[in-house]
């Protein structure tokens, strides 16, 4: 495919300003049209009784995916698969480094500089852990036994309701956006591609481990139709659908027309999809963030840290390491981003809907894109700090130059 560097589109070219607007735009929306953003928001696909996949963000990210699936070379996406470094290094920051310090740096905000802030004697009630019976007035770890509305719940300070949320989000590597912020950032699409499919397989046998031990029960409950549903509607389906049309289409039409007329068309599609979901995501916590602006700031400032760290740590380690930009950039983004849809599934399937938990994941959703958009705006400002093509590609046989579809 034909990269022209310097055709930057209309929405890309004031991608900051649209999403400022956006922003702007949904949270209105959520405020003084609060009937028809609750509506869109409980267009869903429930799982036990918790909305998991929403249907009109399901849509948008079908829209933003398949561009970027159908401008995929899948001889790269092979090529991908047997560069290893990338590969190691992705999966290193992901499950050994960035479910420790998202607690630590969460413990350290909510449990001590901002615990005044929220309140000492701030409580919150959530379910009572799964399996476990105990009487009135019992202490389990640091929750005491309540009676509310004739239900047994578990009374916890509110600050760990807060860090509970925030463990689970830095235990879910993303799954699906991490494929526009790579698109986005120009970076190696099939590295990219090859990591969401191992990091899926990866959350099938460490998500529950070592977010079970970090939240201190034990073993998580792994959210399997959440994480199904997720990889199925957000991944797979725009893969199959990307891959088999761009065979169709350059078998009927040719590479030519493909590239020059069918990819130019479809070059806004995903920019444009994209404000869609970050009006739809702030439209539907509107009224939470005008009543509750402060609670979200304590959360978000933790969250927003930890991203930046990940992605700085990943992207020096890159340099240092001497990848190419078109690896360095998406390894980064895949470290610092969260599957955010795995991580409310748990959060309510654990501590309830209106949990302090479950609230702390939906912060994290609104905090995500906008910080992810910024930090693909640093990878391409600071390309030129990368070769082309990094020293150990160089060093490949020349058997694993692919031929293009």
């Given amino acids: 495919m034909v990269d022209k560097k310097n055709d930057m589109g209309f929405f890309e070219r004031y991608l900051t300003v649209w999403v400022g607007l956006c922003i702007g735009a949904g949270i209105l929306l959520g405020v003084y049209a609060p009937e028809f953003a609750k509506t869109l928001d409980s267009m869903s696909i429930n799982v036990n009784g918790a909305p998991i996949i929403s249907i009109p963000i399901a849509v948008c990210l079908f829209f933003m995916m398949y561009p970027i699936m159908v401008k995929t070379d899948f001889a790269e996406v092979v090529k991908a698969g047997r560069s290893v470094k990338p590969l190691t290094l992705t999966l290193f920051v992901n499950w050994a480094i960035k479910p420790f310090t998202m607690y630590a740096i969460a413990y350290l905000f909510l449990g001590t500089l901002f615990q005044q802030l929220i309140g000492t004697d701030a409580v919150d009630l959530v379910k009572m852990p799964f399996g476990l019976d105990l ?3 019992s202490h389990y770890g640091s929750g005491t036994v309540v009676m509310s509305e004739g239900v047994k719940m578990l009374s916890v300070p509110l600050w760990r309701s807060y860090l509970a949320g925030c463990i689970l989000l830095g235990v879910a590597p993303c799954t699906a956006m991490v494929l526009v912020w790579g698109h986005l950032a120009k970076g190696n699409a099939g590295h990219t591609l090859v990591m969401v499919a191992i990091n899926s397989l990866a959350m099938l046998l460490l998500y529950g481990m070592i977010g079970g031990f970090l939240l201190g029960v034990g073993q998580l409950p792994v959210p399997w139709q959440a994480l199904l549903l997720s990889i199925s509607l957000y991944v797979a389906l725009p893969l199959v659908a990307g891959y088999f049309s761009r065979k169709w289409i350059i078998s009927h039409k040719g590479l030519p027309w493909f590239e020059q007329k069918f990819l130019h068309a479809l070059t806004p ?10 009006i739809l995501l702030f439209s539907f916590k509107g009224d939470v963030i005008i009543e509750n602006p402060l609670t979200i700031l304590w959360i978000a400032i933790p969250l927003a ?6 992605f700085a740590g990943t992207y020096l380690a890159a340099k240092c390491w001497k990848f190419s930009y078109a690896n360095a950039a998406p390894s980064a983004l895949i470290g610092a981003s969260n599957h955010f849809e795995v991580a409310i ?3 309510v399937m654990l501590f309830g809907l209106s949990s302090g938990a479950a609230l702390a994941t939906v912060v994290g959703v609104l905090i995500e894109v906008p910080l992810m958009l910024a930090l693909v705006g640093f990878c391409k400002r600071t390309k030129n700090w990368f070769p082309n093509e990094s020293i150990w590609e160089q060093e490949r046989p020349s058997t694993d130059v692919q031929t293009k579809t």
């Fill in 269 to 278: 599609v995903t920019i444009i999809a994209l404000l869609l979901t970050l």
């Fill in 305 to 310: 840290l930890q991203t930046v760290l990940i």
């Fill in 345 to 347: 599934a748990t959060a």
């Fill in 135 to 137: 009487a009135v007035g």
